[in-house]
């Protein structure tokens, strides 16, 4: 019998690889995003595009209803939407912090709240969250974004426990650099003309973090450990994607954390004169 997908924030970037890359295995893909009219998705074999904004309640519910009626049933169910707000904390604006919040953790909720009690009743399912090795380590920069995914991670962890006895699996993909607009067009910087203290330092990382981006390996990267995460009968919570976030993820196991912050910042501090 042939398995659904659904996939939040597939418009774009590692969202819309993962929905190429389950139809293409012959999947069922349920692709949403806030704007449905703007993707060309809809002419993949077995996949239908649908409205949902996390942060809305009705549309998850209309999306999920609408997917299970169209395909018969839900098996995976992706929380890929994300907004990514960096740069120097002190210049952020209430409304950027909560948006990040809203979108990253309790968007994640509000749809795991939604398919819970169908995959419950169903006794399976498997929620897989992409979050990031920034959800277990740190750059500069990112606080806000990290604050997030260190929130999904311990979320998931926690969760797991009591969807065990209902055959529900959760997982947590943690992409390291992956090459996509998160580092240019789709990033919000905080901005605040009037504080310039930390100009000279916010450029250099800044630079230092699209040039990381732009070497990169693409989303398909993220999309094959999805695919993996979801075949999977293990209840193994973390798939870690990307050679450089295992690399990471090693040392900053293996060293002391102020060994490992140095490392970080003789790579994205590199230039910055003091």
Not at 68 to 90: K, L, P, R, S, T
Not at 239 to 268: C, E, H, Q, T
């Amino acid at each position: 019998m042939t398995k659904t997908i659904l996939i939040t924030g597939a418009s774009s970037g590692i969202g819309k690889a993962i929905a190429e890359y389950f139809s293409e295995k012959g999947w069922n893909v349920a692709a949403t995003m806030r704007n449905p009219e703007k993707s060309n998705l809809g002419n993949l074999p077995n996949t239908q595009i649908y409205k949902l904004d996390v942060t809305d309640d009705s549309s998850i519910e209309n999306a999920i209803k609408s997917a299970i009626d169209d395909f018969g049933d839900i098996d995976v169910i992706v929380n890929n939407a994300g907004y990514g707000a960096v740069g120097i904390f002190e210049k952020a604006t209430d409304k950027q912090l909560r948006r990040q919040f809203d979108v990253n953790v309790f968007g994640v909720f509000n749809v795991i709240r939604q398919i819970l009690p169908y995959f419950r009743s169903q006794r399976k399912g498997t929620i897989i969250n992409i979050t990031s090795v920034g959800g277990r380590l740190t750059f500069p920069l990112y606080s806000a974004y990290h604050g997030t995914k260190w929130a999904v991670e311990g979320f998931a962890e926690s969760l797991q426990y009591e969807l065990k006895p209902f055959g529900i699996k959760i997982k947590n993909v943690e992409p390291g650099a992956i090459k996509t607009d998160f580092y240019d067009r789709s990033q919000d910087l905080f901005k605040n003309d009037e504080i310039k203290e930390y100009d000279e330092y916010e450029k250099v990382c800044i630079t230092n973090m699209q040039k990381t981006g732009a070497k990169a390996p693409g989303p398909l990267l993220v999309a094959k450990v999805v695919w993996k995460a979801a075949n999977s009968n293990s209840n193994r919570i973390r798939y870690i994607a990307g050679n450089d976030a295992k690399m990471l993820l090693f040392f900053r196991k293996i060293i002391p954390l102020n060994w490992f912050m140095g490392m970080v910042k003789s790579v994205v501090e590199k230039g910055y004169k003091k």
